[in-house]
């Protein structure tokens, strides 16, 4: 028993010795490449092997012929073991090269593309995390643009609709100073409907700044769909009575919901105005509400005849209009940007799809 502690011991004092000047190693290298640090933990474990074994072997007072037989053995494993973690190094190191240039042509701007070679399994779950982070950088990219030339056309039709309603009213105080306008009291209803328009196009402007800055504040508050629905067709009952457009809402469930009275108030206002100015004469504009799996969902149903494919997924966009008439009630195509933006910082979701004769716009809210 006392032998096999001592060949324990000497085994051990010099693998801890050939381990601390391992780590040694280690630490000076280690900046360098995955070939080094390979190639050190490869010697490191041969040279512990072999200072154990030579250990042993002096304590045993083995024959110089054995020694030297002893000797020769460890040395060609530690040959191989090096040549092998070299190579291992080697072939990391390469894959570790191919990920890099594929991560830096990403992030330069393009998309990422997989290195073909095998690689180890650390390495591949590193490429599919990338694969699935640019393909996120595309969408996040393709988003900005988008939303980048929704910004540069509503600075540029914003600039068109308060320039024309801007020009007309200094015409007509023009012509009241002047004394040339035949009907003062009809240019002082056109001068009062024009800054009306432009006060409510600066309202929209000042709500939609709220909604992107995330300083919209909400006081929710229960209340009925069935009142919300109900004030809201009160208040644009005139203009489909104006316009010829019949309004219909009969199919609405009485479900209680938390929101901002107000702010919903004003989504459900966007969106009939919005239905009833495209609806022709004698069309109908429906108002649904009803409870669903996922939530409340209130929906206006319109008769504008459907709205292209390739514009569905603009709709909710700022600036949007659906027509390129600038002339009033075109309006700035901030209403339903700001339905999308009050709907979703009540954490629903807005939608619309094409139904028979028009479309239908979906609001969809948590359930209380």
Request: hydrophobic share 50%; aromatic share 4%; glycine share 8%.
């Amino acid at each position: 028993m006392t032998d096999i502690l001592l060949i324990a011991l000497f085994a051990f004092l010099g693998a801890a010795a050939a381990g601390l000047l391992g780590a040694l190693a280690l630490r000076l290298f280690r900046h360098r490449s995955l070939v080094v640090s390979l190639t050190v933990v490869a010697a490191v474990a041969v040279t512990a092997m072999l200072a154990g074994t030579l250990a042993v072997a002096w304590a045993m007072f083995l024959s110089p012929h054995d020694l030297t037989v002893v000797t020769t053995v460890v040395a060609m494993a530690a040959v191989v073991s090096l040549v092998t973690a070299m190579l291992l190094g080697r072939w990391v190191a390469a894959r570790s090269r191919d990920l890099t240039l594929a991560a830096r042509s990403f992030g330069d701007g393009g998309t990422f593309a997989a290195p073909e070679a095998p690689a180890t399994a650390e390495l591949a779950a590193l490429t599919r995390e990338l694969a699935a982070t640019s393909a996120k950088l595309d969408t996040s990219r393709e988003r900005e643009r988008a939303l980048e030339t929704s910004r540069r056309e509503l600075v540029a039709w914003i600039s068109h609709d308060l320039r024309t309603p801007l020009a007309g009213l200094r015409a007509m105080s023009e012509a009241l100073e002047d004394g040339m306008a035949v009907d003062s009291q009809r240019y002082l209803r056109q001068i009062r409907t024009e800054v009306e328009r432009m006060s409510d196009m600066v309202g929209d402007l000042f709500e939609l700044s709220r909604i992107h800055a995330g300083s919209l504040v909400l006081t929710p508050t229960r209340i009925s769909v069935y009142d919300l629905v109900g004030d809201a067709l009160a208040g644009a009952g005139p203009l489909a009575r104006e316009l010829g457009v019949r309004l219909v809402g009969d199919r609405i469930e009485a479900v209680p919901v938390e929101v901002d009275g107000k702010e919903m108030s004003r989504v459900l206002g966007n969106l009939l105005i919005n239905a009833i100015r495209r609806t022709p004469a004698d069309g109908t504009v429906a108002v649904t509400a009803h409870r669903a799996d996922d939530g409340v969902v209130l929906s206006v149903t319109d008769g504008c005849g459907g709205i292209p494919e390739e514009d569905l997924s603009r709709v909710f966009d700022t600036g949007w209009r659906g027509t390129h008439a600038r002339t009033p009630p075109a309006g700035a195509g901030l209403g339903l940007a700001i339905v999308r933006g009050i709907v979703e910082a009540h954490a629903g979701r807005a939608e619309v799809r094409n139904v028979t004769g028009g479309c239908c716009f979906e609001v969809t809210l948590p359930v209380v």
